[in-house]
């Protein structure tokens, strides 16, 4: 099988890495272009055999499966430019929300699918969300499927969860990052503890808590339960926050999906523009 990907970025180039570290592909099975070509040789130089290709073109004619590791506003002109190097019996996987299924069937006479990877696959870790269009086979849904399972765990989900699965999955890295952070900064700040150390402790703790719910067959509820002893300290600081966050993550949900309506009309406007100009 012949992997392509278009767009060499942050998402793509840890893509590329992850499936060749976790030998998934061999480097000289994987077809990479990207706007500007110094990053794809520096890939070429990292994974010697990969195969850098000058335009998307070629590596849409390359390969087997394409993925699409562009921003949403850049789809409608790189489906423009490959659409007709495409054919019924390849796939091409788009790795963000706000371009549906439905617009690249549209535009494109091929197999289409959605999958929305995390940074966690990095460490071959967390979920992979696919999301089939009506075109794939059944054969390459397995294969695909197969692929991603190297480096997650991949889940099938209904494109109308898209967006909040993402925001748990893809998102939350970042959310629970940044709640960490304020989390050692205010150790920091409180007690003079060494940052690098509250980092190296909450970072373990944090790994520890999602093997509990993942492997531990324990909810969160459980977890909880059996950390705070009643009449303990961890029950008084959990009636804290109980108060204090009310509320937080519906206005974060909300935001999310706001800002993923706006790129959803941004998104159409881009197609619509591309459909003019070629006629
Ligand atoms: N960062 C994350 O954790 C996740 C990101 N995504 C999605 O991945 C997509 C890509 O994100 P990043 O990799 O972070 O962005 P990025 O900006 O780092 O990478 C995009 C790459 O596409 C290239 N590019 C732009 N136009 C091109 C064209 N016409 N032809 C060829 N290459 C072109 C750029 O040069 C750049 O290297 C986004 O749509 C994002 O929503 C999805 C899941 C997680
Ligand atoms: O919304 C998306 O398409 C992904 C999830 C995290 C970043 N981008």
Redesign the pocket.
């Known amino acids: 099988m012949k992997i392509g990907f278009?767009?060499?970025?942050?998402?793509?180039s840890l893509l590329i890495e992850a499936f060749i570290v976790a030998e998934a592909a061999e480097p000289n099975q994987i077809y990479v272009?990207?706007?500007?070509f110094a990053?794809v040789e520096k890939l070429a130089l990292k994974f010697p055999g990969l195969q850098a290709e000058e335009t998307?073109v070629a590596v849409a004619q390359h390969s087997d499966i394409i993925f699409l590791?562009?921003?949403?506003h850049?789809f409608a002109?790189?489906v423009a430019?490959i659409k007709s190097y495409l054919t019924k019996d390849k796939l091409v996987v788009s790795?963000?929300?706000p371009v549906l299924l439905r617009q690249l069937e549209q535009e494109l006479d091929c197999q289409i699918a959605k999958v929305?990877?995390?940074?966690t696959n990095k460490m071959w870790s967390g979920a992979t969300l696919c999301i089939y269009g009506k075109q794939i086979t059944k054969a390459h849904q397995t294969e695909l499927e197969k692929l991603l399972a190297y480096i997650s765990e991949p889940i099938r989900i209904e494109e109308s969860f898209t967006r909040i699965v993402?925001d748990i999955s893809?998102?939350g890295?970042?959310f629970f990052a940044f709640l960490l952070q304020q989390f050692i900064e205010a150790a920091v700040e409180e007690t003079g503890i060494a940052r690098d150390e509250a980092m190296m402790i909450a970072g373990n703790m944090l790994l520890g808590t999602g093997l509990l719910l993942t492997e531990g067959g324990m909810t969160t509820e459980d977890v909880q339960q059996r950390v705070a002893v009643p009449g303990g300290i961890t029950a008084q600081a959990l009636a804290m926050l109980q108060r204090d966050t009310v509320g937080i993550f519906n206005n974060l949900i909300r935001t999310t999906h706001n800002k993923y309506y706006e790129d959803l009309e941004k998104v159409q406007a881009t197609f619509n523009k591309e459909e003019v100009s070629e006629q």
């Open positions: 278009i767009g060499a970025g942050s998402m793509g272009s990207n706007r500007t990053k998307n590791c562009i921003k949403p850049e002109q790189v430019e790795i963000t929300s929305i990877p995390s940074i993402s893809s998102c890295p970042a």
